[in-house]
């Protein structure tokens, strides 16, 4: 189980490629059969030949150029045990020569789909629900602040009045 949690830190933080793989095998710790075993080892390996492959982010545009883009899927009853499907998300901002990865999701469905279309429509509304909406809001402020805000005040980092106190309130 340590070396499961450790590789979950990894696919959390930087590996958004062994995410499905990570959360299967995280999911098996409390009834761990000889077949885990082999999905970890077959796991470590391709961790160990793929040693290179890094998460690239790169920001070269003003925030008037760049934009929230969520890309959503879906599998369609890949769990082998109970037919459930798996809802897969990555939120970036991206511009003309902008793309930074802002958040991504991997999540077993709640409830067993039907088809294709219905575990799709199931990973759109979660995705959005979760990560899209929340993430437009703090795009809106942002946005806000540096491309109409004061910008004498971000560039100097100083608030334009000077804050109340709480006695003030």
């Known amino acids: 189980s340590r070396i499961v949690l450790k590789c979950l830190y990894l696919a959390r933080v930087n590996r958004v490629d062994i995410y499905w793989t990570v959360n299967n095998l995280a999911r098996m710790v409390s009834c761990w059969t000889k077949a885990c075993d082999k999905r970890l080892h077959r796991l470590i390996s391709y961790l160990h030949y793929n040693q290179d492959i890094a998460q690239v982010n790169w920001v070269g545009d003003v925030v008037e150029d760049c934009k929230l883009v969520l890309f959503v899927d879906a599998s369609f009853a890949g769990e082998m045990k109970c037919s459930k499907s798996t809802t897969g998300a990555i939120l970036v901002l991206v511009g003309p020569n902008t793309f930074v990865t802002l958040s991504w999701i991997c999540r077993k ?59 003030e309130y």
């Open 109 to 167: 469905q709640g409830a067993v789909s039907h088809s294709s279309s219905e575990a799709e429509i199931i990973a759109l509304e979660g995705s959005l629900r979760m990560e899209g909406l929340p993430a437009l809001l703090l795009w809106e402020e942002i946005y806000s602040v540096f491309a109409l805000g004061d910008q004498s005040r971000v560039r100097t980092g100083k608030p334009a009045e000077a804050p109340k106190t709480l006695n």
